[in-house]
């Protein structure tokens, strides 16, 4: 078992138990844990006192704005070492604590014993034994009952027998005094719902889902694409910003400087005339339009996430409302966004560091509030890493204690800490480096690191393929089973992944020597063939569809890697939570013929008390069953065909 080295130490009774090693913990508590409703949540824990007095514990959790506790008692193991769980009911902040104190009856109760086996004269125990009885709390009416019929029974006959059975003594545990009751701090944990776990998701340009060459779309375009994109099976329709596009500086094609007539601008310059954050730009429809887009995702099981991006136009209403929100030079001139050596003309930052911060902290939270209010629950946010971190633990906490069901998903390729410690403070969900992790070696390290402690209690990572900004390299040659690998690397390791609309139809034509696509339509309209021949719909639709039906594939810690010998196929094993399904993965990283062994003998299924070995496994593309034999399997994989192959473990 993992655990943290944090000591943890009350100063109650005077300090008489230290509660130490407590287990799950991020940075001695200052960040919370991140559980799922429904699903076990186990505690560990040192606890001592000195002599040897028999000692109990508890654990208690509550929701993080509750008074009340709940309480389920902790088991000890073995050198000081305690132990115990629950099950959160409900999505939102909690807090967690362990109680210890001295069982004084059971340490009366056993020393009596023993002294009772050495022949020591018990008279005097006795009646200590019985004192106790009478100081007890007055608890549940059934122990009560108990715990007075025994004394009396003790004092009509003085025969000792009375003070020793086993009924008395768990009423005794639940009703007699604890002076040296020790509690431990308060530890933070967030109780999510299943979506945070997994969910596949699938991000589109909303003007370009028309079916008219250079004609803008519409929310009805969008509503219209729906049964393609859940026929896929995903979970999720991330829609990029549907805000008002501003007109002073705007980009042109390819991000050219400026703008010709009939250039749309990118959807990230945020705000016009007609609205800023809080609004539609009105040639996508109004905001009815967009909550019977909403109603319409959710008649399909599909969830709608928005983008979150905290920048401006220079056409944003807040620069002259609140022009005290941003910088300016010293020249007078607004401050643009820049990245060096990367200008981003068309885009002002807000200023968090101004005398009027507060206000616009303010202003923020109410416009992811707004979108809360329109059916949205879940947030990609556009470039956290470049805002205050403190703003951000500020936003989450405050949008989840009003609605604990929202989600937020923390866009940032920045320096591995900082991502970190982005997830910490409260991001649900985070973008990761898969992106650029393409070879066995690289790919192993990494999930080995995420799914590790202490990463695997507070980073939830989602496999992007692509984005509207990335098109990784390795893409870039337009090549079936390269999509296709990546494809399975991506749903297969990752409980959440993501496509950016196109990559189904094989789109690849890069900006030469960059990793960004030509032509792209973060800076024009595009209209495509959603059925073009040699798209790969059906292999996204079949993977997603072998998700669902495996519970093993809806989460990502419980993953092992196997020895494959062939340096080009990686292979894995991930099992569900409560370890009754199993799925082993084979998939190929070059576009060769290959053939190699899977070795499966040590895998076990099955919950506790009836794990079995793996005797099979099953196709889960084609239902062939095959046996296991020496503990493993031939397999063969024509990645020109289909680079991954994915089996459902049998006992």
């Not at 989450?396 to 591995?416: K, N, S």
């Not at 495996?550 to 370890?579: C, H, M, Y």
Request: with cysteine; aromatic share 10%; charged share 25%.
């Amino acid at each position: 078992m993992n655990k943290t080295t944090q000591t943890v130490e009350s100063a109650a009774a005077g300090g008489v138990f230290h509660i130490e090693d407590v287990y799950p913990l991020i940075d001695g508590g200052r960040f919370p844990v991140k559980r799922i409703v429904g699903e076990r949540v186990e505690v560990w824990a040192d606890i001592y006192r000195d002599g040897h007095d028999v000692v109990n514990a508890a654990l208690l959790w509550r929701r993080e704005r509750d008074q009340d506790w709940r309480r389920e008692p902790m088991s000890h193991h073995d050198n000081d070492r305690w132990s115990g769980s629950f099950v959160p009911d409900a999505p939102g902040r909690h807090v967690y604590a362990i109680e210890a104190w001295t069982d004084e009856f059971q340490t009366w109760r056993r020393g009596f014993e023993l002294k009772r086996k050495a022949g020591v004269d018990l008279t005097l125990d006795a009646i200590e034994g019985a004192g106790m009885l009478t100081k007890a709390q007055t608890g549940e009416n059934a122990a009560t009952a108990i715990i007075l019929r025994q004394c009396e029974d003790y004092l009509q006959t003085g025969d000792a027998a009375s003070l020793l059975t086993a009924e008395l003594k768990d009423a005794m545990a639940d009703s007699q005094l604890r002076p040296d009751l020790t509690r431990s701090q308060l530890f933070p944990f967030v109780a999510d719902r299943p979506r945070a776990r997994a969910g596949a998701w699938y991000e589109m340009v909303p003007r370009s889902q028309g079916r008219t060459p250079g004609q803008h779309g519409t929310f009805s375009d969008c509503i219209a694409r729906l049964p393609d994109i859940a026929a896929m099976g995903f979970d999720v329709v991330y829609l990029t910003p549907i805000h008002p596009i501003g007109h002073a500086n705007r980009k042109g094609r390819n991000n050219a400087v400026s703008a010709e007539e009939g250039d749309p601008g990118s959807p990230y310059a945020i705000g016009a005339a007609e609205g800023g954050h809080d609004a539609v730009h009105p040639q996508l429809g109004t905001l009815e339009d967009f909550r019977e887009l909403v109603a319409a995702c959710k008649l399909l099981d599909i969830e709608v996430a928005l983008d979150f991006a905290v920048q401006c136009s220079p056409d944003h209403p807040w620069l002259k409302q609140h022009p005290q929100w941003f910088r300016r030079r010293p020249d007078g001139s607004m401050r643009y966004a820049e990245n060096p050596p990367k200008k981003y003309e068309d885009i002002v930052n807000p200023d968090f560091s101004s005398e009027d911060a507060g206000a616009l902290w303010n202003a923020l939270r109410d416009v992811v509030l707004f979108w809360v209010e329109q059916g949205v629950n879940i947030f990609r946010v556009d470039n956290p890493h470049t805002k205050p971190l403190r703003f951000w633990e500020w936003l989450i906490h405050e949008i989840q204690l009003r609605h604990p069901d929202v989600i937020f998903l923390a866009e940032a390729f920045t320096r591995p800490k900082l991502m970190k410690g982005l997830a910490k403070l409260g991001f649900t969900q985070s973008y990761t480096y898969f992106t650029w992790r393409t070879q066995k070696r690289e790919l192993e390290q990494y999930l080995n690191e995420l799914t590790a402690y202490p990463e695997h209690d507070f980073y939830r990572p989602n496999f992007f393929v692509n984005t509207p900004d990335i098109l990784p390299f390795h893409l870039q040659s337009g090549e079936a089973w390269m999509f296709k690998s990546r494809l399975a690397l991506a749903a297969t390791l990752s409980a959440n992944y993501g496509i950016y609309n196109g990559f189904e139809l094989l789109e690849h034509e890069p900006i030469p020597g960059r990793e960004e696509y030509l032509d792209s339509e973060k800076y024009e309209i595009k209209v495509r063939d959603w059925d073009k021949p040699g798209n790969i719909k059906a292999c996204i639709s079949a993977l997603n569809r072998i998700r669902r039906e495996n519970a093993s594939l809806q989460q990502t810690s419980q993953l092992r890697f196997v020895p494959v010998e062939d340096g080009n196929v990686i292979g894995f094993v991930k099992q569900s939570v409560d370890q009754a399904n199993a799925v082993a993965v084979a998939i190929a990283l070059s576009p060769e013929v290959r053939e190699f062994w899977l070795p499966l003998g040590d895998v076990e299924i099955g919950t506790a008390g009836e794990r079995r070995r793996v005797a099979a496994v099953e196709n889960l593309f084609t239902g062939e069953r095959s046996p296991l034999e020496w503990g493993g399997i031939r397999l063969r994989i024509d990645p020109l065909h289909d680079p991954a192959l994915l089996f459902r473990c049998l006992a």
